[in-house]
C-alpha cells in the first residue's frame, strides 16, 4: 500500500461515529479508530471527518464532496445514501447514479477511495422492510468500486454485524464494539496492520424470555423509532444546524 498522509472521511452519522461515546455530545467512531490504525503506521498522518448526522447523498455530494476536493487528501472513505434508502420513496439507481458522480469527483483528485455496501438489517424490526432496496443498492456499489477502481468495505458479509452488541440501544447505530470491528475490517481492507480479528466472536448469550424481548421492542418503539419517524414526516434531520467534528486536516494529537 502507497503512504497515506492524510485522510478525509465523508459521510452520515455512521462516519460521524454515533453511538461511540467519548463524553457529553462528542463521538469516536470507526473513522476516527481507522485514522489511529494509520497514525501508527505514519505518524504525521492529517485527518478531517466531515461527516454530518442525517445527511442525504445530494448534501453529502453538494457539501462535503467539494470540500474532500479542496483539501486533495492521499485517502478519502465515503459511505453514503443509507438515509435516503430508509426513506420512503427512495430510490436506489437514482442513489448510485449520485454515487457515482461523487466518487468521479474525488477519483480525479488521485485520492484512494473507500467505499461502503449497506448492512444486511434483515433482523432488525421497520429496517428489514428496505432490505431489499439496501440489497440492490449494495449491488451499484460494487460495480462502482469496480469501475472506479475503489477499495471496498463489504458490511453486508460481516456476519458478526448480525448480532446484537454490534449496535446501540437505538438499534438505528453501531456500539462502540460495532465501530471497532468495522476500523478492523477497513484496516485489513486497506493493507494495515491491526493487531486484533474482526471476526472474533461475541460470547453466546442467554436466549432472551419471549415476553421480556417484546416488553423491549414496545420500549425501543417509544423512545427511538416514533422520533425518528415523526423527523421524517415534519422534514427534520438529526444533524440540522450540526457541523462537521473535523472540518480540517490535521494531526490527530
Same mark, same amino acid.
Given at each position: 500500500?502507497?503512504?497515506?498522509?492524510?485522510?478525509?472521511?465523508?459521510?452520515?452519522?455512521?462516519?460521524?461515529?454515533?453511538?461511540?461515546?467519548?463524553?457529553?455530545?462528542?463521538? +469516536?467512531?470507526?473513522?476516527?479508530?481507522?485514522?489511529?490504525?494509520?497514525?501508527?503506521?505514519?505518524?504525521?498522518? +492529517?485527518?478531517?471527518?466531515?461527516?454530518?448526522?442525517?445527511?442525504?447523498?445530494?448534501?453529502?455530494?453538494?457539501?462535503?464532496?467539494?470540500?474532500?476536493?479542496?483539501?486533495?487528501?492521499?485517502?478519502?472513505?465515503?459511505?453514503?445514501?443509507?438515509?435516503?434508502?430508509?426513506?420512503?420513496?427512495?430510490?436506489?439507481?437514482?442513489?448510485?447514479?449520485?454515487?457515482?458522480?461523487?466518487? %468521479?469527483? /474525488?477519483?480525479?483528485?488521485?485520492?484512494?477511495?473507500? /467505499?461502503?455496501?449497506?448492512?444486511?438489517?434483515?433482523?432488525?424490526?421497520?429496517?428489514? /422492510?428496505?432490505?431489499?432496496?439496501?440489497?440492490?443498492?449494495?449491488?451499484?456499489?460494487?460495480?462502482?468500486?469496480?469501475?472506479?477502481?475503489? %477499495?471496498?468495505?463489504? /458490511?453486508?458479509?460481516?456476519?458478526?454485524?448480525?448480532?446484537?452488541?454490534?449496535?446501540?440501544?437505538?438499534?438505528? *447505530?453501531?456500539?462502540?464494539?460495532?465501530h471497532r470491528r468495522i476500523a478492523l475490517r477497513a484496516a485489513e481492507v486497506l493493507g494495515l496492520p491491526a493487531g486484533e480479528d474482526w471476526r472474533e466472536p461475541y460470547p453466546p448469550l442467554v436466549p432472551a424470555v419471549w415476553t421480556d424481548a417484546r416488553r423491549e421492542d414496545l420500549r425501543w418503539a417509544r423512545a427511538f423509532l416514533a422520533?425518528?419517524?415523526?423527523?421524517?414526516? *415534519?422534514?427534520?434531520?438529526?444533524?440540522?444546524?450540526?457541523?462537521?467534528? +473535523?472540518?480540517?486536516?490535521?494531526?490527530?494529537?
Amino acid at each position: 500500500m502507497s503512504v497515506i498522509t492524510s485522510y478525509v472521511a465523508l459521510g452520515d452519522s455512521f462516519t460521524e461515529g454515533l453511538n461511540d461515546h467519548v463524553g457529553g455530545d462528542r463521538y +469516536r467512531g470507526w473513522a476516527d479508530r481507522l485514522a489511529e490504525l494509520l497514525a501508527a503506521g505514519e505518524p504525521g498522518l +492529517r485527518y478531517a471527518n466531515l461527516a454530518v448526522r442525517g445527511r442525504l447523498i445530494r448534501q453529502i455530494l453538494d457539501e462535503q464532496v467539494p470540500q474532500a476536493e479542496a483539501l486533495a487528501p492521499d485517502l478519502v472513505s465515503l459511505c453514503a445514501g443509507g438515509n435516503d434508502i430508509l426513506r420512503p420513496g427512495g430510490d436506489p439507481d437514482a442513489i448510485a447514479a449520485l454515487l457515482d458522480t461523487a466518487v %468521479t469527483r /474525488l477519483r480525479a483528485t488521485g485520492a484512494r477511495v473507500v /467505499l461502503f455496501t449497506g448492512f444486511d438489517l434483515r433482523q432488525v424490526p421497520v429496517m428489514r /422492510l428496505v432490505h431489499h432496496k439496501i440489497a440492490v443498492y449494495n449491488l451499484h456499489i460494487h460495480d462502482i468500486a469496480a469501475r472506479h477502481g475503489c %477499495t471496498l468495505v463489504d /458490511l453486508w458479509a460481516m456476519g458478526v454485524l448480525r448480532d446484537r452488541r454490534a449496535w446501540s440501544e437505538d438499534r438505528l *447505530h453501531l456500539s462502540a464494539d460495532g465501530h471497532r470491528r468495522i476500523a478492523l475490517r477497513a484496516a485489513e481492507v486497506l493493507g494495515l496492520p491491526a493487531g486484533e480479528d474482526w471476526r472474533e466472536p461475541y460470547p453466546p448469550l442467554v436466549p432472551a424470555v419471549w415476553t421480556d424481548a417484546r416488553r423491549e421492542d414496545l420500549r425501543w418503539a417509544r423512545a427511538f423509532l416514533a422520533p425518528w419517524i415523526n423527523r421524517r414526516l *415534519h422534514g427534520r434531520s438529526s444533524g440540522d444546524g450540526l457541523d462537521a467534528k +473535523r472540518p480540517d486536516l490535521a494531526p490527530l494529537r
